[in-house]
Every structure is written in structure tokens, then in C-alpha cells.
Nanobody, 118 residues
Framework: QVQLVESGGGLVQAGGSLRLSCAAS????????MGWYRQAPGKQRELVAS???????SYAGSVQGRFTISGNNAKNLVYLQMNNLKPEDTAVYYCAAARTYIMRGDYWGQGTQVTVSS
């Protein structure tokens, strides 16, 4: 099993920045990709960004150029740097981990709220 704990959410004005962190513990040797999903009220959960164990990254079109995902394999940490935030980025952000190199939600964190005010 893998446990994921997120931190770093909060309230920010439009145009501001936040950095989310996710710490993985447990059977981390089984993880081959990690990512961030988000879910806004009344909407489906969507994949925002992912990174493979080899460092390959992928982004949703809506955040491309504004968000950056990075990881520290040695410390089992993943970050999401979010710049130029927009009100439509408001959502609960979830860290996820997958045993595959293609991102999917095998393991989930508890979520952290990000609110962007206009």
C-alpha cells in the first residue's frame, strides 16, 4: 500500500501562485508515475499534470505553461507549482500515484483546497 499526503493549498488572488506538495510513503517502490487531479464543485475529477519515474511530464491544456510538476524520487515527493492562477483553477486538488507509467489513480491523497479569488 501507498499513502499520500498533500499540503500547500489555500486562498490566493487571481494572478498569484501556490505550490502543492505530496509526500508518498509505504510501498513507494511500486510507484511508476504520480500526478495531480482536481475536482471543482459539480464537475468531474480531471487530470491536471503527471510525471513518470523517468521524469516525463504531461499537462492538461488548461494549465499548460502555468503549472509545473516536479518530483524528487529519493524523497518520494512530488510538487505542483501553480502560477498565474485563475478563478477557474478553484478546486480540490488530489495527489495520485500509479503502478503503471500511464497515470491513473491507484492511490489517492485526501485532497487540498485551492481557492482563487477574482
Amino acid at each position: 500500500q501507498v499513502q499520500l499526503v498533500e499540503s500547500g493549498g489555500g486562498l490566493v488572488q487571481a494572478g498569484g501562485s501556490l505550490r502543492l506538495s505530496c509526500a508518498a510513503s509505504g510501498s513507494t517502490f511500486s510507484i511508476n508515475s504520480m500526478g495531480w487531479y482536481r475536482q471543482a464543485p459539480g464537475k468531474q475529477r480531471e487530470l491536471v499534470a503527471s510525471i513518470s519515474r523517468g521524469g516525463t511530464t504531461s499537462y492538461a491544456g488548461s494549465v499548460q505553461g502555468r503549472f509545473t510538476i516536479s518530483g524528487n524520487n529519493a524523497k518520494n515527493l512530488v510538487y505542483l507549482q501553480m502560477n498565474n492562477l485563475k478563478p477557474e483553477d478553484t478546486a480540490v486538488y488530489y495527489c495520485a500515484a500509479a503502478r503503471t507509467y500511464i497515470m491513473r489513480g491507484d492511490y489517492w491523497g485526501q485532497g487540498t483546497q485551492v481557492t482563487v479569488s477574482s
